[in-house]
């Protein structure tokens, strides 16, 4: 059975780091794009990072470029997100998500996505 389970959420202060992890079981994920979304209380799912298969090309939504990385690490079966500079913006429910489709139209929109992780909470406050 395929399985995405999220960690590494959590309380942090503004100008802090977390780093988020999607962890696979019953599939390789490598050979998946793999994205990471989050949604805020009121507010719709947002595309936040996406890494297509193989560890090809990546996309970063506007709010976090030059503040967020997404990598792999194949050995683990598992992709990150690496979180640095937060702003109380970023507080959501983050999000790991995959598809195994050959292309793709968009690589970080929702609608791309078959396989979703239940979700981890981060929350950047004073």
């Known amino acids: 059975q395929l399985q995405l389970v999220e960690s590494g959420g959590g309380l942090v202060q503004p100008g802090g780091s977390l780093r988020l992890s999607c962890a696979a079981s019953?599939?390789?994920?490598?050979?998946?794009?793999i994205g990471w979304f989050r949604q805020a209380p009121g507010k719709e799912r947002e595309g936040v990072s996406c890494?297509?298969?193989?560890?090809?090309?990546?996309s970063y939504a506007d709010s976090v470029k030059g503040r967020f990385t997404i990598s792999r690490d194949n050995a683990k079966n598992t992709v990150y997100l690496q979180m640095n500079n937060l702003k109380p913006e970023d507080t959501a429910n983050y999000y790991c998500?995959?598809?195994?489709?050959?292309?793709?139209?968009?690589?970080?929109?929702?609608?791309?996505?078959?396989?979703w992780g239940q979700g981890t909470q981060v929350t950047v406050s004073s």
């Open positions: 998500a995959a598809n195994d489709r050959l292309t793709v139209v968009r690589l970080c929109a929702r609608w791309e996505y078959d396989y």
């Open positions: 019953g599939f390789t994920l490598d050979r998946y794009d």
């Open positions: 890494i297509r298969s193989g560890g090809g090309s990546t």
